[in-house]
């Protein structure tokens, strides 16, 4: 198997990866919390507000798309200085790594956005 196959196979297949750790153990966070209560329950304890408040804001999705957000945009960011140090010495290359660093911005952007809309909805 040549470089032209393999490095495409690792590039898609570490995506794949990544993906599948991040939806794992989030899942596994929310399992968590809800043993939790069960065990709660099971036992007797009685659960004040202020308890279920903080469990639920472990999955707060309102929270979650503020870090998503500012974590593309860096990550978009990062690519595009990457692509200015190489454009300093390869003046060819500054364009397809702006384009590259275009879509974690973009996409840090509407999680700015949902996480914008989504607090003005919990305030009303």
């Known amino acids: 198997m040549g470089e032209e196959v393999l490095v495409p196979v690792a590039l898609f297949g570490s995506i794949i990866g990544i993906i ?3 939806s794992y153990f989030n899942s596994r966070k929310r399992t968590t919390v809800h ?4 065990h709660a329950i099971d036992k007797g ?4 507000d202020e308890m279920m408040v903080r469990l639920s804001l ?3 999705p ?3 798309d503020l870090r998503r957000g500012v974590l593309f ?5 990062a690519f ?3 692509g200015w140090m190489i454009g300093l010495e390869d ?3 500054i364009r397809p790594m702006i384009g590259v660093a275009s879509f974690p911005v973009f996409l840090g952007l509407a999680y700015l956005g949902l996480w914008a809309f989504g607090r003005a909805d919990r305030k009303a």
């Open 58 to 60: 472990a999955n707060d």
């Open 91 to 93: 003046g060819d290359a």
């Open 45 to 48: 304890q009685v659960l004040s």
């Open 80 to 82: 595009g200085f990457l």
């Open 35 to 38: 043993e939790t209560l069960r």
């Open 20 to 22: 599948w750790l991040v």
């Open 62 to 64: 309102v929270r979650a």
């Open 73 to 77: 945009l860096a990550s978009g960011l």
